[in-house]
């Protein structure tokens, strides 16, 4: 699953894109796991998201609570679902 953001931490806008690993980092942080986000999730899951994607692209974010103090604001953009196997859906499955 990949999810595109928007992030406007500290007045600066900014996007970013998740990754496995990000997922996988929020799924240990918040005992969660991916499925859960097709029920909803809470804005702390996609701040952490967003941070930790900021975080893997090189970018200055500090510690997740002193990082998320300046947020502003995240939203999604747009997502997709990702396909591990690369095995193409069938409709007997």
Known sequence: MKL?????HDSVVQQCET???VIV??????KKRAGDLAQG??????AFMAWASLK?????????????????E????GGEESNPTGAA???DN
């Open 25 to 30: 980092q929020w799924e240990r942080k918040y």
């Open 19 to 21: 990754s496995l690993i």
């Open 4 to 8: 595109q953001l928007k992030v406007t």
């Open 74 to 77: 995240v939203e999604v953009l």
């Open 41 to 46: 999730f809470a804005i702390e899951d996609l």
């Open 56 to 72: 893997r692209a090189g970018k200055p974010v500090g510690e997740f609570e002193t990082w998320l103090d300046k947020l502003d």
């Open 89 to 91: 859906a069938t409709a």
